[in-house]
């Protein structure tokens, strides 16, 4: 059944022991002409009926079976894997549990209170709806509140919509954090701000610089020089670059001049 309802993506509909054969160690199922894939409205709705069949036909023969919920845990589970190591790891865990469950009833000469409890709760989810999206929950806040507590294990679409009972809501900030990182945060911005406009300013007058060392060079060098041709010209122009390029390197930007009298007057004013 968790076969043909996760590789096969169907459910049966019709699932009993008239529509199962068995042969040489392999299981056939027979009359799949009615399936529903997963999104048919009533598709769990059959899947509940399917199962219901076909451990009522095995708990006649005698044979310790999964309860209904159990059972479409197991098959609606997608948390177990889609291997056939996997599928098998995990239905040793549940023979185990059901080992030691029949253990326990046998101790307890069968606990009739518990019976007819257990009862009771398959009827009820034979019933009751089962949410296939987050859309269809009915109190999405409560539900939430539960798992932050580790109480969401009994949710009835967990296994169906792997929902994990370990998640845990992200911690919300209190006030005073929510305040205290939005100074940082304006005092970075801040900083930030003026850093950028020193820089701007500091490039600005770089440019500035540049453009004036290099028409006093170029001044200096033309004068006398009206009648030379357009390569000497052009060479006189590179070599005074050359020579403001030079000049540039043992300057002190005017922004880091700002700076360290900014910094000087605050130290002196406090």
Not at 26 to 53: C, G, M, T, W
Not at 125 to 138: N, S
């Amino acid at each position: 059944m968790r076969t043909m309802y996760h590789k096969c993506r169907l459910v049966h509909a019709d699932l009993s022991e008239y529509n199962l054969l068995y042969h040489s160690r392999v299981l056939y199922i027979i009359d799949v002409s009615q399936s529903v894939e997963h999104d048919h409205p009533h598709a769990l709705e059959f899947l509940r009926k399917d199962i219901s069949n076909v451990t009522g036909y095995f708990k006649r023969k005698g044979v310790r079976v999964m309860s209904i919920r159990e059972l479409f845990d197991f098959i609606t589970d997608i948390n177990i894997g889609l291997d056939d190591e996997q599928v098998e790891a995990e239905l040793d865990k549940i023979q185990e549990r059901l080992a030691s469950q029949k253990e326990l009833s046998i101790t307890l000469n069968e606990d009739i209170d518990k019976m007819s409890k257990d009862l009771v709760d398959e009827e009820v989810f034979k019933k009751a709806f089962i949410p296939r999206t987050l859309d269809d929950v009915f109190d999405v806040e409560r539900d939430t509140l539960k798992v932050s507590k580790g109480e969401g294990e009994d949710l009835i679409y967990r296994k169906l919509t792997g929902l994990s009972i370990d998640d845990k809501p992200e911690k919300i900030p209190s006030e005073n954090e929510v305040m205290a990182n939005s100074e940082n945060i304006s005092s970075i911005s801040t900083k930030d701000d003026e850093s950028e406009e020193d820089d701007q300013d500091e490039e600005k007058e770089s440019e500035g610089d540049e453009e004036s060392e290099d028409d006093d060079v170029f001044k200096k060098q033309s004068r006398g020089k009206r009648n030379e041709d357009k390569e000497s010209k052009k060479e006189r122009k590179k070599a005074a670059k050359e020579v403001a390029r030079e000049k540039r390197k043992n300057k002190i930007p005017k922004a880091v001049k700002k700076r360290k009298i900014k910094t000087t007057t605050g130290k002196k004013s406090k």
